[in-house]
């Protein structure tokens, strides 16, 4: 029996690796963790009967406590009872699913608790890879990506000499825009913004595949999770999402990952690897798929990459605030009091003012996540003034 802990279980990502739980009759749920919803955490305690669960509004901890009663499972909230879901003692390997910055801490206590983690929360790599890799290294536990692309690049390296990479070919399908200029994108409101044409996925991710910043995350964490230079990294637009990734080893070879647009498989791959096991879904059918192209992506018109790449090169903690704008950019165009073209705009600012630290601790990457906050509201206020 294999025991989890999923951090984020109401989302997107936990709710389909619950259905890989439920797929499989040898995995354990010995932790939950969830913002505010809980109505949907109440039925997983109640189908998955883990040890603990956390909510991260103490008022919602209080009320699910209430509503789980007769049940045997501590009710935990806020920061402390995240980072107690995240060692929770007999869990082995713990999801972060949880999205922004909040997952660094309980990714780091997951690690001293000697949890190995299945990595979905893309910021901790982002904002503090260079505290997170060393620190698996020393400890001895294992990163096991659950983002497709990274997942994919991670297949195809497997059973592969470490060094051996020429370049990773990290793929994005261009998202519901690709093809529009920036004036053709002014007038985008959040309900186009949120029809991916090929994936399922939570708002806030789906806005950041719509604007390339996505993409730019994963740019980042693959420099750290593959230990490769930004020089190394290149994006291909594949508008089928049928190859999730690509990597080409020294020798010219190029080995690919391909597969239908189903998060369920690298999340299965992360639990269980190094085995594989059926996952039920959709085949490719390249009898009747046509065809698969690519092209170049648009850095001028999706900006997001191309600062993606500018705050990645230039590292310490721009990352962060590349990372803190673009969260409070698109919770505001979600709120609908910023444009759209608005979200690069202010990840531009913010990037702009910021005086950069170099090899920032956890504190000052949380200070910085701060002030860029404070920065962008403080903006947003005297625009709304006028």
């Known amino acids: 029996m294999k025991n989890i802990g999923i951090l984020g279980s109401t ?14 009759k040898d995995i354990q749920v010995t932790a939950l963790a969830a913002g505010s919803n809980i109505g949907l955490l109440e039925r ?11 909510v991260w509004d103490e008022k919602k901890a209080l009320e699910l406590k209430g509503l789980v009663a007769d049940l045997n499972v501590k009710i935990v909230s806020g920061m402390k009872g995240l980072m107690e879901a995240a060692a929770e003692p007999k869990a082995q390997t713990v999801v972060t699913a949880v999205v922004g910055m ?37 400890l001895g536990v294992r990163i096991l990506p659950v983002d497709s692309e990274h997942s994919a690049i991670f297949q195809c390296l497997n059973g592969e000499g470490k060094g051996k990479i020429h370049k990773i070919l990290l793929t994005a399908s261009g998202g519901p825009f690709r093809g529009r200029t920036r004036q053709e994108m002014k007038d985008v409101q959040v309900e186009d913004a949120l029809k991916h044409p090929n994936w399922s996925m939570g708002r806030k991710i789906t806005i950041d595949s719509s604007t390339m910043v996505n993409k730019g995350l994963e740019v980042m964490e693959a420099k750290w999770l593959f230990d490769v230079t930004f020089d190394q990294i290149q994006v291909v637009v594949q508008p089928q999402s049928v190859i ?23 999340i299965q791959y992360a639990l269980y690897y190094p085995e594989r096991r059926f ?29 993606a790449y500018e705050a990645g ?74």
């Open 11 to 24: 989302g997107s990502i936990g709710t389909q690796t619950l259905e890989v739980v439920r797929n499989n």
């Open 44 to 54: 997983q305690i109640r189908e998955f009967r883990p040890a603990l669960a956390c």
């Open 102 to 138: 909040i997952g660094i801490r309980p990714t780091i206590a997951a690690m001293e608790a000697g949890k190995d983690i299945a990595l979905a929360n893309k910021e901790t790599l982002v904002t503090a890879g260079h505290i997170i890799m060393p620190l698996a290294k020393k």
């Open 244 to 266: 999730h990734s690509m990597v080409e080893f020294e020798d010219g070879a190029v080995m690919a990952q391909l597969g239908t647009p189903d998060m369920k498989l690298p």
């Open 279 to 307: 996952l039920p879904g959709d085949r490719l059918d390249f009898g009747s798929m046509g065809q698969i192209t690519f092209e170049p992506p648009d850095p001028e018109n999706f900006r997001g990459l191309a600062l």
């Open 313 to 386: 090169r230039r590292g310490g903690s721009l990352p962060v605030v590349f990372n803190a704008a673009n969260e409070y950019a698109v919770s505001e165009f979600l709120n609908r009091r910023i444009s759209y073209l608005e979200i690069t705009d202010m990840i531009e600012e913010a990037m702009r003012a910021h005086q950069v630290i170099d090899a920032p601790d956890v504190e000052q990457i949380l200070e910085a996540e701060r002030q860029t906050r404070q920065l962008l509201a403080g903006i947003s206020g005297k625009k709304a003034g006028r």
